[in-house]
């Protein structure tokens, strides 16, 4: 058992959470089919505690990538259309803090956030948990603590990667461990899920010889559960993923996770949302998810990212958030055409949404437009139709992060424009 100054087991309080948004991604469910995922902005710790009532034990695979006590400041990648070998050119933002006023701090806040996962496991399922050197040897006995004798430590792994350091006194620090473990004997393993092909020396040895293997001879066609130590390229070199959140996993790393831990149908969360890459490859992958983080950079990048694997999405947010949305957005005209909707705007848009018959309570996005992370471009037109007499809102979302409301009493009385 490790013991820090002010170990303590809590019993946090539950959030509130606040439902602001069902998204229907190009109109995809809509008005009535249930959400294939939740993304909640708040702190996990009471988020996760809100949804004991209706998720402990019930989680069949938890990915956690939390802050690794690396007392650094990242900052977000904000620019689009930029050129990605000028760095000094590039438009930054706040991305997330991951500093701590000591090794006890920061010890404490993983371990209520550990246990409150363990809680809400599944009896088969599976926690990895992502780190690297500064903290992963902590980790490992807060999660023996955690799990106990019924608990079941299945792999350390190494995740391996390649990229510039400055280190110049030791060897360059490039791999993360993950600690994966299970509620019990009874886990879920895909091991046909995530076979790869055996090196082609090795194929070339066994067909050459009958006594490689000392006889024994693999299913070369079939292929070989991957070893403990995996090399898949960071995100940074990975151009076609890159959303510009700092510390961003490739997909290839979840896919191998969610594939070989859960079963179509399955609930994967992830409450160290970041990028999003858990529930993108959730959703690619057929199973439910949940993910939250209480940045609202990265909720909304998740957001953009789940869009375009038309997931139906409930937005949701914890109470003692308050959404700011703006009163005025500027010069900003909305038009409507019989089967479409237009925006201009001097505004940096991001993302905007329409939802064609507001309640007032909770937004129904119907069609959506985002920026392109890389050229930067923005469809300025939907395809939408809308009722004569429907109260319409128009939502946009800045690169800053702040939200405007556009509300219409009714489009026939809007004369087609307004400001």
Known sequence: MLNWKGKRSSDPEPATLIQDELLYPKGR????????????????????????????????LIYADPPFFTNRKFSARVGRGEDSRKPSQWKMAEGYHDSWPDLDSYLQFLYERLALMYRLLAPNGTLYLHLDWHADAYARLILDEIFGSEGVFINEIIWTYHGPSPIRTAFNRKHDTILVYAKGKDYTFNADAVREPYNPNTVATFNSSRKA?????????????????????????????????PTQKPEVLLERIIRASSNTGDLVADFFCGSGTTSVVAAKNGRRFITSDESVRAVNT??????????????????????????????????????????????????????????????????????????????LELKIKIGSRHRVCVRLVTVQGEEFLLNIQAVADAANSFE
């Open 213 to 245: 293997g000392f006889g024994k001879v693999p299913d070369l066609e079939r292929g070989k559960v991957p070893e403990d130590w995996w090399y898949f390229p960071v995100v940074a070199r990975l151009h076609n993923e890159r959303t510009g959140y």
């Open 302 to 379: 998740a957001r953009n990212r789940l869009v375009e694997t038309k997931s139906i999405l409930s937005l949701e947010r914890v109470s003692s958030i308050k959404i700011n949305a703006a009163r005025s957005a500027g010069k900003t005209k909305i038009r409507f055409a019989e089967d479409s909707v237009s925006l201009k705007t001097a505004l940096e848009i991001d993302f905007w949404e329409v939802d064609p018959d507001w309640d007032g309570k909770i937004f129904k996005s119907v069609a959506q437009a985002q920026r392109h992370v890389r050229s930067g471009e923005l469809p």
């Open 29 to 60: 469910g809509y008005p009535s089919a249930q959400p294939d995922g939740r993304v909640i902005l708040g702190d996990n710790l009471s988020v996760m505690s809100a949804l004991l009532p209706e998720y402990e034990g019930r989680i069949n």
